[in-house]
């Protein structure tokens, strides 16, 4: 590691639950690393030098993520903050948006519901910057981030909801 703060203590997996769906499962060691593009990471690292559990990237263009990592991808839940005041909340998986979650555009447009690939993709709900939801209603099935059918969803907002404050909550870890 470079000049980074670096803090590689050894993590003790001591007293915690092997749980096989737990990113932090295989984490040795806690510490940072600045890349040659300035893009920082702090956080949980694997054996064999990867990005794994709970840890803190910061690009160079002021995007960050805070979250799970497995094998040096965001994976599990987090929270992505783009420098245009863009954010995500809710599941990862393999660096993608994938599963539940919230998006907010910069301009205050949200769309709660289910993503695949990083794409509004499933049943979901679109919230505008005057808490309207368009007339008619935008609910329903959206594929590629277009609404093909109209339907109501109140299940998969709240799972959405859920998914995002459970991200939320662990993104006020210490790194």
């Known amino acids: 590691m470079d000049?980074?703060?670096?803090?590689?203590?050894?993590?003790?997996?001591?007293?915690?639950?092997?749980?096989?769906?737990?990113?932090?499962r295989g984490a040795v060691k806690v510490g940072g690393w600045r890349?040659?593009?300035?893009?920082?990471y702090i956080g949980e690292w694997?054996?064999?030098g990867q990005k794994h559990g709970l840890g803190h990237l910061q690009f160079a263009d002021g995007t960050r993520y805070d979250g799970?990592?497995?094998?040096?991808?965001?994976?599990?839940l987090?929270?992505?903050?783009?420098?245009?005041?863009?954010k995500y909340e809710g599941e990862f998986m393999n660096g993608w948006f994938h599963g539940h979650g919230i998006f907010w555009r910069a301009d205050g447009m949200k769309f709660e519901g289910e993503f695949r690939g990083g794409k509004i993709w499933g049943l979901g709900l679109i919230t505008y910057q005057d808490f309207t939801h368009g007339f008619p209603r935008n609910e329903g099935y959206f594929q590629d981030c277009r609404l093909l059918r109209k339907r109501r969803c109140p299940e998969v907002v709240q799972k959405a909801q859920k998914c995002a404050l459970m991200a939320?909550?662990?993104?006020?870890?210490p790194y």
């Open 3 to 24: 000049d980074y703060e670096e803090q590689a203590s050894v993590a003790s997996n001591v007293g915690r639950m092997p749980m096989e769906t737990s990113p932090s």
């Open 35 to 40: 890349y040659e593009d300035s893009t920082r």
């Open 46 to 48: 694997n054996q064999r």
């Open 68 to 76: 799970q990592f497995v094998e040096g991808m965001s994976h599990g």
């Open 78 to 86: 987090g929270c992505l903050w783009f420098a245009d005041g863009a």
């Open 168 to 173: 939320r909550s662990q993104c006020d870890h």
